[in-house]
């Protein structure tokens, strides 16, 4: 299949799109789970891998959780979230009912994993709600690395083939300050699927 590049006004439409149902599901999903209002930014859309150079400017924290998912059926899109492992640590302690944790072992782990798990489908499901696209998820898939790894061409082949679009947004709990840091990666054509879905 070929593929059309999306356009300035397509790109600013599919922002505010992606916008949407981060603030009307994930958003809400994740203040849920944390127990206190979250704030969300979408920063920018990349339309390379190579130009996503900033990313540094939003952790200074060298190690990183990091957990990958992606859906498949109707429309190809993957989500990568990145927290600082501070917060990662905030995160699975109020999960966890603990009023702070060392470290995160399995259980830790897996409740960052599920985190990640609830906001994907809360994300995926305003999408189908909008489009009438159906989607089936992937297993989360959890890492500890460092910035530096995450953006290595390896790492950034597989999780953002070249000439995909990668969307970044912020989200923020308001109390805590636990940062969540999530990428919306797909290509053109899966785009403009979100574009051009019929009412």
């Given at each position: 299949m070929s593929t059309t590049t999306l356009n300035q006004t397509e790109l600013c439409s599919l922002e505010n799109v992606l916008d949407s149902y981060v603030?009307?599901?994930?958003?809400?999903?994740?203040?849920?789970?944390?127990?206190?209002?979250?704030?969300h930014n979408l920063k920018k859309t990349h339309t390379e891998i190579s130009k996503i150079d900033n990313?540094?400017?939003?952790?200074?924290?060298?190690?990183?959780?990091?957990?990958?998912?992606?859906?498949?059926?109707?429309?190809?899109?993957?989500?990568?979230?990145?927290?600082?492992?501070?917060?990662?640590?905030?995160?699975?302690?109020?999960l966890?009912?603990?009023?702070?944790?060392?470290?995160?072992?399995?259980?830790?782990?897996?409740?960052?994993?599920?985190?990640?798990?609830?906001?994907?489908?809360?994300?995926?499901?305003?999408?189908?709600?909008?489009?009438?696209?159906?989607?089936?998820?992937?297993?989360?898939?959890?890492?500890?690395?460092?910035m530096s790894a995450l953006l290595e061409p390896h790492a950034s082949e597989f999780l953002c083939p070249v000439g995909d679009l990668v969307t970044e947004v912020e989200l923020n709990g308001t109390s805590s300050d636990i940062r969540v840091h999530m990428l919306i990666i797909q290509d053109h054509n899966n785009a403009r699927k979100l574009l051009n879905y019929k009412r």
């Open positions: 603030a009307q599901k994930t958003a809400i999903a994740l203040s849920s789970l944390l127990g206190e209002s979250v704030t990313l540094q400017d939003f952790l200074n924290d060298l190690v990183l959780c990091s957990v990958f998912l992606h859906g498949g059926g109707d429309v190809r899109l993957g989500i990568l979230y990145s927290i600082p492992e501070n917060d990662a640590k905030k995160i699975a302690a109020k966890m009912c603990m009023e702070k944790i060392d470290e995160l072992d399995d259980l830790g782990k897996s409740a960052i994993s599920e985190v990640a798990n609830i906001m994907s489908g809360s994300f995926f499901n305003a999408m189908s709600d909008h489009t009438g696209l159906k989607v089936d998820l992937s297993t989360p898939n959890f890492a500890v690395t460092s």
